[in-house]
Nanobody
């Protein structure tokens, strides 16, 4: 069964940190580009970061220098370390896989995501 399960969200003060995890089925992880996406209330889902099977990374300008994406191929898990969090980072965070770096397909079903709330 193809599955993506996000975890690690929560409530954090501005300037704080969180580490998100996404456990994926092997069929949509191995050799695939994994990405983190987020959707804030009233806004469209946007790409936050991506990592290829070889470790190439991409970051949205809004998170560059603050977020770090990584993957553990042995555990079929992708992580998002989020530092220096800002209120505008508040959103539901999702992960998904693409067949290649330049592909626009999404290989997995969208899960429930994990809520990140940055507020004092």
């Amino acid at each position: 069964q193809v599955q993506l399960v996000e975890s690690g969200g929560g409530l954090v003060q501005p300037g704080g940190s969180l580490r998100l995890s996404c456990a994926a089925s092997g069929s949509i992880f191995s050799g695939k580009t994994m990405g983190w996406y987020r959707q804030a209330p009233g806004k469209q889902r946007e790409s936050v970061a991506a990592i290829s099977s070889g470790g190439r990374t991409y970051y949205a300008d809004s998170v560059k220098g603050r977020f770090t994406i990584s993957r553990d191929n042995a555990k079929n898990t992708v992580y998002l370390q989020m530092n220096s969090l800002k209120p505008e980072d508040t959103a539901v965070y999702y992960c998904n896989a693409r067949s290649s770096w330049f592909a626009s397909d999404f290989l997995g079903p969208w899960g429930q995501g994990t809520q990140v709330t940055v507020s004092s």
